[in-house]
Structure formats: structure tokens, C-alpha cells
């Protein structure tokens, strides 16, 4: 009669427990101490909802059905979580097939892309290992050459260099002092080619006589025109 009666409360307890719905979140177990005595244990079940952690207690007559629901929950969560999994690779790999039919009209498939399609036709459409549409380049290089040539790389260098010295001189003008500037502006104004002989005739000429030719040249050339 004994055993009658705790096969049937450990039956009910097992029929609460598969029917808890889930419920989100962890129990914790915890003590209090008061006045030198250990009171407990206390359960309380934790979540997180918009951010915070919520906490409820609990009796210890249910804690085994609050464990139940909260293992209910982890376990569909994962399930949710390995079917949306799943659908995104059947989705992509649906996708890869429709592309692959539209590049098979204009060209040829790769290796990796007949080897996929068997183990599709094999295993299913979910499967893992798709390969990419497009293969990966280590470095862009340019695309009439497709190599650094010695040539190209002297180039660069030359570039560097240039580019290097003219930051230099920049520099080195700000760091002048009044008299390497004057002495500067002096020769490059000596390295100035002397003017032409009729640029000199203008010079010894006088304002009138310089109005007077420009008049001359312009009613020449209109004449012309």
C-alpha cells in the first residue's frame, strides 16, 4: 500500500513536471543567516526582460516543476535557434543553386561547384559547406599586367623619392633664416634668362612711344584680320 501510494505521487509529480509550460531564465539557490542559525534553502528563479533582471521566488514544493519549465524553455530556444539555422543555409543554398543554373547558360561551373551540388542531391538542400560565389584575391594587382614588374616597382620608388624631397624642401624653407632667403631669391633671380632685344627696345622707350606701338600692332593685325 506504501509503494502504491509513492509510485502515484512520484507519477504526479512527473505529470506536473511534463506539463510546466516553459518559462525563461535560471534558479539560483541561496541561505540566510539569523541570529547564528542558517535558515534555508530559498529558490528563486531569474530572467532578463527589456534589459533588467527579474526574480521570482519560489516554494520548494515546486522547485522541481520551476526547473522543468526553465529546462522546457532552454531546450526550445535551442531547437528555435538550429531550425533558423538551418532554414538560412536551405535558403542560401537554394539561392546558390538558382545562381549557379544562371552562370552554367553563360559559362562553365568550377570544381567546388559540381562537388556541392552532389552532396545536395546526397544529403539534402540544409547542408553546410557552400562555397563562394566568388573567389577571394590575396592582393589587387593591376589588371593589364597582373604581376609587379621590376619596372613598375623602380617607378614607385622614383615617385617615393620625389615625393619625399619636395616634403623636404617644404620643410627646410620654413626653417630659413632672412638672409638664406634673401640670398636664395638672389640667385634664382640671377638664373633668369636675360631679356630679348625687343623686350629691351621697350625699356628704352617711353610711355608714349610704348602706346604709340601697341596702337600700330593693333590696327595692323585688325587690318590683317
Not at 620608388?157 to 623636404?168: C, H
Not at 629691351?200 to 590683317?224: K, P, T, V, Y
Amino acid at each position: 500500500m506504501m509503494m502504491t501510494s509513492l509510485q502515484s505521487a512520484i507519477g504526479n509529480q512527473k505529470s506536473a513536471i511534463e506539463a510546466a509550460p516553459p518559462l525563461p531564465g535560471w534558479i539560483n539557490t541561496f541561505y540566510r543567516h539569523h541570529k547564528g542559525k542558517k535558515l534555508g534553502p530559498y529558490y528563486v528563479r531569474r530572467w532578463k526582460a527589456g534589459g533588467k533582471i527579474h526574480r521570482q521566488y519560489i516554494r520548494a514544493t515546486d522547485i522541481a516543476k520551476a526547473r522543468a519549465a526553465c529546462d522546457a524553455h532552454r531546450v526550445r530556444k535551442k531547437r528555435q535557434s538550429a531550425f533558423a539555422h538551418e532554414y538560412k543555409r536551405l535558403e542560401g543554398n537554394l539561392n546558390y543553386l538558382a545562381r549557379m543554373c544562371k552562370r552554367l547558360r553563360k559559362r562553365s561551373l568550377r570544381d567546388e561547384d559540381y562537388r556541392f551540388a552532389n552532396e545536395i542531391e546526397q544529403h539534402g538542400y540544409a547542408i553546410p559547406g557552400r562555397p563562394l560565389l566568388r573567389t577571394k584575391r590575396a592582393f589587387m594587382v593591376p589588371f593589364h599586367t597582373k604581376c609587379v614588374s621590376p619596372i613598375s616597382i623602380q617607378a614607385m620608388q622614383s615617385e617615393i623619392l620625389a615625393f619625399a624631397r619636395k616634403k623636404m624642401n617644404k620643410v627646410l624653407l620654413k626653417m630659413e633664416t632672412d638672409e638664406e632667403k634673401l640670398a636664395r631669391w638672389k640667385e634664382e633671380r640671377d638664373s633668369v634668362p636675360a631679356p630679348s632685344a625687343w623686350f629691351r627696345d621697350f625699356e628704352a622707350m617711353s610711355r608714349q612711344e610704348i602706346e604709340d606701338a601697341i596702337e600700330r600692332f593693333l590696327s595692323g593685325h585688325i587690318q590683317h584680320k
